[in-house]
C-alpha cells in the first residue's frame, strides 16, 4: 500500500510522489488538508513514459553516455503547485509547524523510533 506524501516543496523539498507504507513514519502531528483538491491524483499520474526506456542491446550501448534527464510533465507541474498553495496556506496558520516539517530527521544507532513521541 503507498500513501501519498507532499512537502510541501517549498519547505522541504518533497515533490508529490507515493510511498510505502513501510517507509513511513506516523507521528501525532496533524496537517488540515482543508481546501486541498486531491481529485486530479491518481496512478495515471506517477507512471514513466514507456519510450523513455529502452530494452535489449540499445540499453547496453547506451550505458556508458550520459545520464538522461528526467522531464516532468507541465500536468504533474501543475499539480504540484495547486497542492502545495493550499498546503502552505494550512501550515502557515499553525504556528512552527513551518519549522517541525523543514527540520531534517535523522536516527542514530542508540535511537528507538516505536518509543518515540512526535
Known amino acids: 500500500m503507498f500513501h501519498l506524501c507532499a512537502g510541501p516543496y517549498a519547505l522541504n523539498g518533497v ?5 510505502n507504507q513501510k517507509y ?6 496533524k496537517v488540515s488538508l482543508d481546501g486541498v483538491d486531491t481529485s486530479a ?13 529502452k530494452e535489449g542491446e540499445e ?3 547506451e550505458a556508458g553516455s550520459a545520464p538522461k534527464q528526467t522531464v516532468t510533465s507541465e500536468e504533474r507541474k501543475a499539480l504540484q503547485v495547486a497542492v502545495d498553495s493550499k498546503l502552505q496556506a494550512n501550515v502557515d496558520k499553525v504556528e512552527l509547524l513551518g519549522a517541525y516539517l523543514s527540520a531534517k530527521f535523522t ?9 518515540m513521541k512526535f
Do not use: G, Q, W
Request: glycine fraction near 0%; proline fraction near 8%; avoid cysteine.
Open 41 to 53: 491524483i491518481n496512478d495515471d499520474v506517477f507512471k514513466r513514459d514507456p519510450s523513455a526506456e
Open 15 to 19: 515533490p508529490l510522489r507515493r510511498v
Open 59 to 61: 540499453a547496453l550501448f
Open 24 to 29: 513511513v513514519i506516523a507521528t501525532s502531528t
Open 107 to 115: 536516527l542514530t544507532k542508540s535511537d528507538k523510533p516505536h518509543l
